[in-house]
């Protein structure tokens, strides 16, 4: 008989808790999996999955505008958001079943309840007001949207959390934060009629990626008249007494709008867990420290996803905790890489990537070629849409590796997961070169650019 009650408790039912938690059951051990709030996590529950869901709703007035120059003629539309919410909130239901369902058939015990450290192998139930022991204890809880305290009046703004239950469709939205849900949801809400205004502190959207991503990216939503204000922050909130918002930008303009959403990044969930009593050492943000194997300092603790803020993504989470049971439970260590992970912005168009932006690429090698192409896809030729693709491949001239590849336009996201496997697989240009073309595709132009558009020797733009 072991000393431990369990050999796992994972503390979190997100994607990177549930994943470790099934895979680890299945194997026939004994495995306690605790979620305070629904099975899913943040990606199931309120982030990719609703999201995807209203980015497909968003997009269809520009599919029902583009229908008629291919000879279409589409009668009134209306569009009643209440119908998204409770369709989309049916699907998400059925996935906590599937996430619930897979850990109970592997054999997990699922905990309904906030559970907290006590110490390095002791958590408390807090629902049921009783502790149990475990060989390892597996951190998991993720991190929720950031809040502004700072900001006077931040209390009537929402986040993403809510806008995914938001009773009535606002007619105005201004949106703070220039990162990848800032970004997303301006299109979402554009698209649905709202009328839109991200305001970001930067000098460009989507700091972290490619300039020619950022700089078509808002050129393509100013077009569809979302509203971009840069250089500027929010200082103070009012709410009037017809309820809308009043807010005081730091370049000394005033929107009223119906609805303010803060986007502006998200804190690892690690307050009030315990982690003091257990002796687990965590960074500034209250994030959990962890080494490459994501075991923390403490042994038989470890710590995946989000709440370790390396890559706050949802199949790096999954990937980590996969490392995790290959190291822990397969004797075969296994640490998570960090490195060339293809992700995509569900924007309108979207933005797919993987490697390095041509700036990042400019300080680790010396010469670089940069292959870009923008053009028209051939859906907007009959559409008359005005909208732009931009292509973008970014080698080192030394090796000849594709280090990079930047994509701007309808399905780049989809496109990036193939480009991810070449870029991962340090593939080269010439192989790009000897790769058929998909003809007529928009996807045939990163396998036919043959010609650098133009070289960055030591950082500077050359020919
Ligand atoms: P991001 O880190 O992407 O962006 C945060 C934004 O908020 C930045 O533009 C940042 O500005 C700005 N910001 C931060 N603090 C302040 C402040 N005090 N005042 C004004 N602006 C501020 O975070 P998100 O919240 O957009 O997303 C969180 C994470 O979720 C992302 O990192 C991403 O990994 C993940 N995610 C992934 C998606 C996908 O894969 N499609 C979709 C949605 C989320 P600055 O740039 O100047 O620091």
Not at 44 to 58: E, T
Not at 271 to 283: D, Y
Not at 370 to 387: C, D, N, V
Request: glycine share 10%; aromatic share 6%.
């Amino acid at each position: 008989m072991s000393e431990y009650d369990y050999d796992l408790f994972v503390i979190g039912g997100g994607s990177g808790g549930v994943r470790a938690g099934r895979l680890v059951a299945s194997m026939g051990k004994r495995v306690a999996i605790a979620e305070e709030y629904r099975f899913g996590g943040t990606c199931v529950i309120r982030g990719c999955v609703p999201k995807k869901l209203f980015v497909y709703a968003s997009q269809f007035p520009e599919h029902f505008e583009d229908a008629a120059g291919y000879g279409w003629t589409v009668g009134e539309t209306t569009f009643d958001w209440k119908t998204l919410i409770a369709n989309k909130d049916r699907e998400i239901t059925r996935l906590e079943g599937l996430y619930r369902g897979g850990l109970e058939r592997a054999g997990a015990d699922i905990i309904e309840s906030r559970a907290v450290l006590v110490d390095k192998h002791t958590v408390r139930i807090v629902a049921q007001d009783r502790t149990v022991t475990a060989r390892h204890i597996l951190i998991a809880t993720g991190g929720r949207p950031s809040e502004h305290p700072a900001l006077p009046g931040s209390e009537h703004a929402i986040s993403s959390n809510e806008a995914f239950h938001l009773e009535t469709l606002p007619k105005s939205i201004v949106i703070a934060g220039g990162g990848y849900i800032a970004v997303e949801f301006a299109n979402i809400f554009h698209g649905l009629g709202v009328e839109t205004t991200l305001v970001y502190r930067g000098k460009e959207i989507l700091g972290r990626f490619d300039m020619d991503m950022r700089r078509g990216l808002h050129a393509a939503m100013e077009a569809k008249g979302m509203r971009i204000v840069l250089h500027t922050i929010a200082h103070e909130i009012e709410k009037q007494p017809d309820g809308r918002l009043a807010i005081k930008l730091s370049n000394d303009e005033t929107i009223v709008t119906d609805q303010l959403m803060l986007a502006i990044g998200r804190t690892p969930n690690t307050e009030s867990l315990g982690l003091e009593a257990a002796g687990v050492e965590m960074g500034p943000k209250g994030e959990i420290i962890v080494d490459a194997f994501s075991r923390t300092n403490v042994e038989s603790i470890y710590a995946i996803g989000d709440v370790t803020d390396r890559v706050q993504l949802t199949p790096v989470a999954i990937h980590e905790a996969m490392c995790f049971v290959d190291t822990v439970y397969r004797d075969k260590p296994n640490s998570p890489d960090h490195d060339a992970i293809a992700t995509a912005v569900f924007s309108q168009p979207e933005i797919g990537t993987v490697g390095l932006s041509e700036d990042d690429a400019a300080k680790r090698y010396d010469e670089l070629e940069i292959y870009r192409a923008e053009f028209r896809p051939m859906r907007h030729t009959l559409s008359g849409r005005q909208e732009k693709m931009i292509m973008k491949l970014v080698v080192d001239a030394g090796s000849r590796r594709v280090v990079g590849a930047h994509i701007l336009g309808v399905d780049a996201g989809e496109m990036a997961q193939l480009l991810g496997i070449a870029v991962k697989a340090k593939l080269t240009k010439d192989d790009f070169d000897q790769t058929m073309a998909v003809h007529p595709t928009a996807a045939e132009e990163l396998v036919t650019m043959y010609h650098p558009s133009y070289r960055v020797k030591n950082g500077e733009r050359v020919g």
